[in-house]
């Protein structure tokens, strides 16, 4: 037999797993799994909220139409993550994910990543995760697109007209190869966030310091706190943060956060941050003194479960 991906995709058509019925499966993780996608178990599991599609190659990959069938068949979904995964073609009609609260974009080519946000409606979506590791890709056109309007898949008109970004609660971004634009037109539409979750090791320095109030002058240009005598008003991005979760940030950088977001009048209420020199044990005190909650996560390599621990998702 031969050792190519579709013969082995092949040889794994024969097998009907949970002996073609799975009515109770709640999470379902298939990484490098290949198996027939179009069997009845997959494409009926009412009951299913977790689905984890990661590592497969395009050619064992199901079809756009067995690909939306195992996601209408799966109508409790509520988090969806993909990683070079997916349907191998985009060609059929959009998808409506009407209970889909958390959706987790792995590494994949740019455009497949776009191609199939393209296809998804997701009107109750309320966490996006970003982990593009692939450093050699800029995703750029991936900030482009989510901030456009959303997919078309039988959505309301008002919600069509804006974007995914406009619902989030959460973002997390852990890595994202991207210009400094990104982060302008990204929180230009975060009106609704409350939790960040930031790798600054991973994302254009940009990215914590628009966290910063800008103060509008009176000629119009923006500056940042403290550098504009005349300052008449000012511009805070995402007005309803209250929680960060940050790594590569100083104690002293993030006392200043805290200060100026105060002084604007949108104040954080919790900071977690990853172990990050130099750590002043001045500034450590002034913010466990200043904030409702700030913690200092270990070196762990497992952001995930330091999240889950300080209760990060539960806001």
Same mark, same amino acid.
């Given at each position: 037999?031969?050792? *190519?991906?579709? $013969?082995?995709?092949?040889?794994?058509?024969?097998?009907?797993?949970?002996?073609?019925?799975?009515?109770?499966?709640?999470?379902?993780?298939?990484?490098?799994?290949?198996?027939?996608?179009?069997?009845?178990?997959?494409?009926?599991?009412?009951?299913?909220?977790?689905?984890?599609?990661?590592?497969?190659?395009?050619? %064992?990959?199901?079809?756009?139409?067995?690909?939306?069938?195992?996601?209408?068949?799966?109508? $409790?979904?509520?988090?969806?993550?993909?990683?070079?995964?997916?349907?191998?073609?985009?060609?059929?009609? /959009?998808?409506?994910?009407?209970?889909?609260?958390?959706?987790?974009?792995?590494?994949?080519?740019?455009?497949?990543?776009?191609?199939?946000?393209?296809?998804?409606?997701?009107?109750?979506?309320? +966490?996006?995760?970003?982990?593009?590791?692939?450093?050699?890709?800029?995703? *750029?056109?991936? %900030? +482009?697109?989510?901030?456009?309007?959303?997919?078309?898949?039988?959505?309301?008109?008002?919600?069509?007209?804006? *974007?995914?970004?406009?619902?989030?609660?959460?973002?997390?971004?852990?890595?994202?190869?991207?210009?400094?634009?990104?982060?302008?037109?990204?929180?230009?539409?975060?009106?609704?966030?409350?939790?960040?979750?930031?790798? +600054?090791?991973?994302? /254009?320095?940009?990215?914590? #310091?628009?966290?910063?109030?800008?103060?509008?002058?009176?000629?119009?240009?923006?500056?940042?706190?403290?550098?504009?005598?005349?300052?008449?008003?000012?511009?805070?991005?995402?007005?309803?943060? #209250?929680?960060?979760?940050?790594?590569?940030? *100083?104690?002293?950088?993030?006392?200043?956060?805290?200060?100026?977001?105060?002084? $604007?009048?949108?104040?954080?209420? $919790?900071?977690?941050? #990853?172990?990050?020199?130099?750590?002043?044990?001045?500034?450590?005190?002034?913010?466990?003194?200043?904030?409702?909650?700030?913690?200092?996560?270990?070196?762990?390599?497992?952001?995930?479960?330091?999240?889950?621990?300080?209760?990060?998702?539960?806001?």
């Amino acid at each position: 037999m031969s050792d *190519s991906p579709l $013969a082995e995709s092949k040889f794994f058509d024969h097998f009907t797993l949970f002996g073609g019925s799975a009515p109770l499966l709640k999470i379902l993780i298939l990484v490098g799994v290949h198996i027939d996608w179009s069997q009845c178990w997959l494409q009926s599991a009412p009951n299913l909220q977790t689905l984890h599609l990661s590592a497969h190659d395009v050619n %064992v990959r199901p079809s756009w139409d067995a690909f939306s069938a195992i996601l209408r068949g799966a109508p $409790a979904l509520e988090t969806f993550e993909v990683s070079y995964s997916g349907p191998r073609d985009y060609s059929g009609e /959009p998808l409506l994910l009407p209970n889909l609260l958390q959706l987790v974009l792995g590494t994949s080519p740019p455009q497949e990543v776009i191609s199939l946000l393209g296809k998804l409606g997701t009107p109750a979506l309320k +966490t996006l995760t970003l982990d593009f590791k692939e450093w050699i890709s800029d995703y *750029s056109d991936i %900030v +482009t697109h989510l901030v456009g309007p959303a997919a078309q898949a039988m959505l309301p008109p008002i919600e069509q007209s804006r *974007s995914l970004l406009r619902s989030l609660e959460t973002l997390s971004i852990k890595n994202l190869a991207c210009d400094q634009e990104c982060a302008v037109i990204l929180y230009r539409e975060l009106v609704n966030l409350k939790v960040f979750k930031l790798s +600054t090791s991973h994302v /254009p320095w940009t990215f914590f #310091k628009l966290l910063y109030p800008l103060w509008l002058t009176p000629s119009g240009s923006l500056g940042f706190f403290g550098t504009e005598h005349t300052r008449t008003t000012f511009f805070v991005s995402l007005p309803s943060l #209250k929680g960060l979760f940050l790594s590569g940030v *100083s104690t002293y950088d993030l006392t200043q956060l805290v200060v100026q977001r105060r002084d $604007a009048g949108v104040p954080l209420r $919790a900071i977690f941050m #990853k172990r990050c020199p130099p750590m002043e044990l001045s500034d450590v005190e002034w913010l466990r003194d200043n904030l409702e909650e700030f913690e200092i996560i270990g070196d762990s390599d497992d952001d995930e479960a330091s999240e889950d621990e300080y209760g990060l998702f539960d806001w």
